[in-house]
């Protein structure tokens, strides 16, 4: 089968400054593990033949046309800045211009050292290629903007993590990798003509209706403000929200040591480096805006007159919490039945979540058994449960078909911490059918099809950390 793919490649068609060009390193014995024939198709993909898509989305085979690169980006992580960051492992292959019309990178994750590698291996295991596979597919069908994944396949090599693990590489399609790292590379080096170059790539490809930086800079803050309501409407914390893993594009991106919630708390973290909690659940507005703020501040960098970007810029950045609060209050209002939140719903949604808290409640199962009309299981104190239970009843008497938003608004599943951990035990032993049973599951969150995996956690199964994906 020959497998092709119509390139259309505009970022390597900046100048040598933005990437540097370079092939994926071959590996020994690639095999397919996983492949998304759907998504391959809105790319031209049709047909499939296992062993000549593993050559392709292993780096093996380079296909014609294809304009192989690693880009350049800097970062706040962790809110200090490191000028030089990068694919340190990644290599973009090029653009295509799915069925749709839409332009989508195809970038594979994996595919050796890069002159961005800094001390790494420019490689990745098997665990963290195919826990961002199903969490990206599952954020996917859940509704939530995301990079996709497009294929998994295994090296045949073994790659060093504290022990030998198997090497793997991950197929990523996005509507771009650009992130606020590729500006701020650029602002910190006081390259303006770079920036500029940039902006006007970022415009054309993101936000065409704009007519300068100012206007990227808002379309980009609305877009994430959307963005992180939805991440929190299903409790998920994305875990390293440095400015190099924020898109320009809306998408959510870099699954390292991300986690859904089981047990409600705002102040959940899971990655196991996050020791302040700074990227915790109920965290994650301000640190958008925070991350916006770093966007603000090197796109001004371009502008002639910076006294007044400054200014303009700042009540942009001023407008995100509200911004953010009224994306938040549509999302949790729906999953309470409520169309269109008006006063006094903010409030009843808050005392829910209390309540959730301080009962130590599975959020996704709560939020579940409330759409099913027996959620007061879900909580220890029933009295309290049964207070909000009445008020809530009497707010949706004024709405139209709650049952049925809050059903399309609270998802049977998610993709659980410890199934995930499941599921990669088993892939690294060879089995891959806990794979195929969560895909399955999660390609339709919204329907329950696989009670078993919708439960919460035993105390031993408990996954009190995550890592990330290096
Ligand atoms: P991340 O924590 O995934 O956002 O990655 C931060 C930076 O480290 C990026 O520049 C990555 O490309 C780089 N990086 C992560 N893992 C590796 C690795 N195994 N080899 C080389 N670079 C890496
Ligand atoms: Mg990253």
Not at 183 to 203: C, K, M, N, P, S
Not at 257 to 279: E, K, L
Request: charge should be negative.
């Amino acid at each position: 089968m020959e497998i092709s793919l119509d390139f259309d490649n505009s970022f390597a068609a900046l100048p040598d400054g933005f990437y540097t060009r370079l092939a994926p390193t071959p590996v020994k014995a690639p095999r397919l593990l996983a492949f998304n024939a759907p998504l391959a198709k809105t790319l031209g993909i049709e047909g499939r033949d296992d062993a000549a898509l593993a050559q392709i989305f292993s780096g093996n085979e380079v296909p014609d046309d294809a304009a192989p690169l690693a880009q350049l980006y800097a970062g706040h992580q962790f809110g200090n800045y490191t000028p030089q960051l990068g694919d340190g492992r990644a290599i973009l292959l090029g653009e295509v211009i799915d069925r749709s019309g839409a332009r989508r990178d195809i970038q594979l994750k994996g595919a050796g050292r890069t002159p961005y590698s800094r001390g790494g291996d420019g490689r990745a295991w098997l665990g963290p290629v195919l826990r961002e596979y199903v969490v990206s597919e599952a954020m996917h069908a859940l509704g939530i903007p995301t990079t996709r994944a497009m294929a998994a396949v295994a090296t045949g090599e073994d790659i060093w993590r504290e022990t030998a693990l198997p090497g793997a590489v991950l197929t990523r399609v996005a509507d771009s990798h650009l992130r606020v790292g590729h500006f701020e590379v650029f602002a910190h080096r006081g390259d303006t003509d770079a920036l500029r170059q940039l902006t006007d790539y970022a415009i054309a490809r993101h936000a065409p209706d704009a007519s300068g930086p100012l206007d990227l800079l808002r379309a980009v803050t609305e877009r994430q403000a959307t963005l992180v309501a939805a991440w929190m409407s299903v409790g998920f914390i994305h875990g390293v929200m440095n400015t190099d893993n924020c898109t320009i594009s809306g998408e959510t991106i870099d699954y390292g040591p991300c986690a859904f919630m089981d047990d409600f708390h705002m102040g959940r973290v899971f990655s196991s480096i996050d020791s302040q909690g700074r990227y915790a659940f109920g965290n994650q507005p301000n640190i958008l805006v925070w991350n916006m703020a770093q966007f603000a501040t090197a796109l001004i960098q371009q502008m002639d007159d910076r006294e007044a970007a400054a200014a303009e810029a700042t009540k942009i950045i001023h407008a995100m919490p509200g911004l953010i609060e009224a994306a938040w209050l549509k999302r949790f209002a729906a999953k309470i039945g409520i169309a269109a939140p008006r006063d006094g719903d903010y409030d009843l949604i808050q005392r829910l979540l209390d309540l959730m808290q301080r009962d130590g409640a599975d959020f996704t199962n709560s939020f579940r058994a409330l759409s099913e009309g027996d959620a007061e299981a879900q909580f220890t104190d029933r009295a309290a449960f049964a207070d909000w239970s009445r008020d809530h009843r009497t707010r949706l008497a004024d709405e139209d078909a709650p049952e049925a938003l809050m059903r399309q608004s609270n998802p049977a599943i998610i993709p659980r911490n410890h199934r995930m951990e499941e599921m990669i035990t088993a892939a690294v032993a060879g089995d891959m059918a806990p794979f195929e049973r969560l895909m399955s599951a999660l390609a339709t969150p919204y329907t329950s099809t696989d009670p078993a995996l919708e439960t919460q956690p035993t105390p031993s199964e408990v996954v009190a950390a995550t890592f990330c994906g290096t």
